[in-house]
């Protein structure tokens, strides 16, 4: 099945700083990558689409500024947390489509965690 | 709004037969998902369902009713290893813009 990587697999940072965040579709080119953010024993949240070449599409409630999304070629998107605070923490997760458009792969998840 | 509802917490035993339901509302509809998820893991896929009936994968089945918003998960001869979170998610539209629910617990006992 195809791959995602995502980068790094757990973070701590200090408030105030920014995080970056990677997410890699190893074995095949995806067009759109997702952004998640799933806290404690809760669903998992979309934050944004992620179009390559594009800007991303955020979901209602998600600041644009604070969480920036890059998603520079056909199989890297990035998303930098900017000025950090604690609830911020959580559990971030991308997901990439294949060109088929039934099943979208996920990446490991990165743990967040700003002290 | 979007509403996707399942149990929190189920728990069954080894060999047993489980099935976990998900009822949902949502704005649109183009397919819905069932993954499997490890504590501090990402999802992994278990199935996908767009037209009404049956869809079976091994000891995996998923089910979905269009008209009643209604799909359930049936897991056969549970193993210890299927002690995880199980989560429905529906993609609301074309492009696989998913919406999830809450997930199901489940703890498989000996």
């Known amino acids: ?115 | 709004g979007q509403n996707i509802d399942q149990p929190t917490e189920m728990t069954a035993t080894e060999g047993a037969i489980v099935q976990i339901n998900c009822t949902y509302q949502t704005s649109g509809f183009n397919g819905l998902f069932w993954y499997q998820q490890h504590a501090g893991e990402a999802p992994t896929f278990l199935s996908y369902n767009v037209l009404d009936g049956l869809e079976e994968k091994g000891r995996f089945s998923s089910f979905l009713s269009r008209s009643k918003g209604y799909s359930y998960l049936l897991l056969k001869e549970l193993q210890m290893k299927d002690s995880a979170s199980y989560l429905c998610a529906v993609n609301k539209e074309y492009g696989n813009k998913l919406v999830f629910g809450a997930g199901t617990i489940l703890r498989v006992k000996s």
């Not at chain 1, 095949?28 to 024993?41: D, S």
């Not at chain 1, 998107?77 to 990439?96: Q, R």
């Open chain 1, 1 to 115: 099945g195809a791959v995602v990587s995502q980068h790094p697999s757990w973070v701590i940072c200090k408030s105030g700083t920014s995080v970056k965040i990677e997410c890699r579709s190893l074995d095949f080119q995806a067009t759109t990558m997702f952004w998640y953010r799933q806290f404690p024993k809760q669903s998992l949240m979309l934050m944004a689409t992620s179009n390559e070449g594009s800007k991303a599409t955020y979901e209602q409630g998600v600041e644009k500024d604070k969480f920036l999304i890059n998603h520079a070629s056909l199989t890297l998107s990035t998303l930098t947390v900017t000025s950090a605070h604690p609830e911020d923490s959580s559990f971030y997760i991308c997901s990439a489509l294949t060109g088929e458009d039934t099943e979208a792969f996920f990446g490991q998840g990165t743990r967040l965690t700003v002290v």
